[in-house]
């Protein structure tokens, strides 16, 4: 559904997003995550169109949106962080305006997406009475208006309240299940990204650092609880054994490829150490993206 | 029909919003208060003096038309400018710092077309101000003077004019006609600032920068010779209307330079909104 080549975007001096490549297949909820300032909003507005590419190449539904946006975004619909409506305008009025831009749209099409989105009763009033998350549901709306098949999602939690957030997440399920929308979801919010992408890619200054799903991502860098009597002479000794590559905390240890905790439990116990506790820690996308971020020198902010 | 229709949505977005009804207000008092001070002041003896001066009788012509073409000067040189700049630079620097052309561009419209509609929205709207304005001045003339011939002085294009009614009223629908193309070039300048990176006040006053500079230099008398050179020395085809008989050449070729400098702000502003990035 979309398939970045190479993509590259340079503001001036700076390398906003540098030699991005990725596919994403239908059917797929699709999750970019990364700090502010990452790449994520420039990959989309080239992705759109909006941007364009330093070098490289976008397609989406197999059109190069640079030679061919029209064709490229016919069944595109995207939401972006704070949705900007004109105000002074209703909300059915907003509606139509913004779907002569894809198409000719009948007035039973709108009224059935206001419906879906649950507006039904303020489509004629005014943009500027409605709440914040109205607004969300509003640009939900008109991202619907075109029957897309790929939904593209700019940060849309920001800004929300916990209860608005749970709804967006509730939606974009509802989007994917019934509608069986490919979305592709750009947020900082790991738990967000957690609960619904099906796929993830992390991006630190706009190079891919990470990609695949969250499983993998969380079962990339397992750590183990180890409670001994005496932890760092037991660490030093499974290091030496090659059963480990890392330790922190006093208390973690990050299994080499080919051990696993019985061989640890093992080697201690036949080293005279008492093992009082060991398990495999369960490893949150959190944990995940910083040690990513750690690994990769100049991403020190937090998502 | 849908560039009918995307035609109609800039045409609500514009209309819709209060910003543009801002200054129409003083275009209002401004055609009052000159109406309401040469009703009840000396403010026309000077117009008197001059017909008697030139043998002609005062009280036809001390009149609505003659009234409403006085509004025009102040309205043609300071508002109609301040205004149709300020809606020109609206057009695409508002949307693109609101954000609603992000909404836009992510649907797939081309940005030529977006600008040509734009355009066109921008256009209509400066054609409908200054049919109003004309309407309007007619109306609060007629309020305080009598329905008579139409007297024009304008001692910078040695324009010294007396219509009959019929005539008059002719004239004056027929200036306000050629008062589109200034409304239009201004509101075209502002609008082609309006496409690059800026804020709408920012292509507000570039337009305005632009047109006084132009001004300030037809009329340094160095370069006397070379008025034709400037944007704003074709900016005042709508005083040419009360000559008599109108010289349709210096119109024509007028029309044409306007046409031309149209064309090019048009151009550039359609290019800086193509190779630009859209962002938030």
Redesign the interface.
């Known amino acids: 559904m979309i398939e970045l080549e190479k993509l590259t975007k340079r503001f001036g001096q700076r390398l906003a997003v540098d030699e991005l490549s990725m596919t994403i297949r239908p059917g797929e909820i699709y999750g970019l995550l990364g700090h502010n300032g990452a790449g994520k909003s420039t990959t989309i507005g080239m992705i759109l169109g909006q941007v364009w590419p330093t070098s490289g190449s976008a397609k989406v539904c197999g059109h190069e949106v640079s030679a061919h946006r029209r064709q490229a975004l016919q069944q595109v619909g995207a939401i972006f962080e704070s949705p900007q409506f004109y105000d002074y305008l209703s909300g059915w009025r907003n509606l139509e305006i913004l779907a002569t831009y894809t198409a000719r749209t009948p007035a039973s099409r709108i009224r059935e997406v206001i419906d879906w989105v649950g507006l039904t009763g303020r489509e004629q009033s005014i943009v500027k009475t409605y709440s914040h998350g109205m607004r969300a549901r509003l640009a939900l709306a008109q991202a619907l208006l075109p029957n897309p098949q790929l939904l593209i999602l700019d940060e849309p939690s920001d800004g929300l309240d916990p209860e608005g957030i749970h709804e967006m997440r509730q939606t974009v399920r509802r989007l994917h299940k019934e509608l069986g929308l490919t979305i592709l979801f750009s947020s900082h919010l790991l738990n967000e990204v957690e609960q619904l992408c099906t796929r993830i890619a992390v991006l630190s200054q706009g190079r891919k650092v990470f990609e695949g799903t969250v499983t993998d991502a969380r079962s990339t860098q397992t750590w183990v609880r180890l409670r001994t009597d005496n932890f760092l002479r037991a660490a030093q000794l499974l290091f030496d054994a090659k059963l480990i590559v890392e330790h922190r905390d006093g208390k973690l240890i990050r299994l080499a490829p080919d051990s696993g905790t019985a061989a640890i439990a093992r080697k201690l116990v036949e080293s005279g150490f008492e093992v009082h506790e060991i398990f495999t820690e369960e490893q949150t996308l959190e944990d995940f993206y910083l040690s990513l971020m750690k690994a990769h020198p100049g991403s020190v902010r937090s998502p | 029909?849908?560039f009918l229709?995307?035609l109609r949505?800039e045409l609500?977005?514009l209309f819709?919003?209060?910003r543009t009804y801002i200054g129409f207000a003083m275009f209002l008092l401004t055609q009052n208060i000159v109406s309401i001070v040469f009703r009840f002041t000396r403010a026309s003896r000077f117009i008197e003096r001059l017909l008697e001066g030139n043998g002609y009788l005062v009280e036809p012509y001390i009149s609505t038309l003659t009234l409403a073409t006085v509004m025009l000067f102040p309205i043609a040189g300071f508002l109609l400018p301040l205004y149709v700049s300020l809606v020109g630079g609206d057009l695409v620097a508002k949307e693109a710092e609101?954000?609603?052309l992000?909404?836009?561009?992510?649907?797939?419209?081309?940005r030529s077309r977006?600008i040509f509609l734009k355009w066109l929205a921008g256009a209509i709207f400066s054609i409908l101000l200054v049919v109003t304005l004309g309407v309007f001045g007619l109306v609060f003339a007629r309020l305080w003077f009598h329905w008579g011939g139409l007297f024009v002085w304008i001692p910078d294009q040695n324009i010294f004019s007396i219509f009959e009614s019929a005539e008059g009223l002719k004239a004056y629908g027929i200036a306000h006609l050629m008062l589109v193309t200034q409304a239009v070039s201004i509101m075209s300048a502002a609008f082609m600032f309006g496409c690059f990176n800026v804020k709408p006040a920012v292509a507000t006053i570039l337009a305005l920068s632009f047109v006084f500079v132009n001004f300030i230099l037809q009329n340094i008398p160095y370069f006397r010779d070379f008025q034709n050179w400037f944007f704003t020395y074709h900016l005042n085809l709508w005083q040419f209307m009360f000559v008599q008989p109108i010289p349709w050449w210096r119109v024509g070729a007028s029309m044409s330079v306007l046409f031309g400098f149209n064309l090019t702000f048009l151009v550039i502003g359609l290019t800086a909104f193509q190779?630009r990035?859209?962002?938030?």
């Open positions: 029909m849908n229709l995307q949505n609500w977005k819709g919003k209060k609101d954000g609603t992000r909404m836009i561009l992510a649907r797939p419209v081309s977006l190779v990035d859209i962002k938030s």
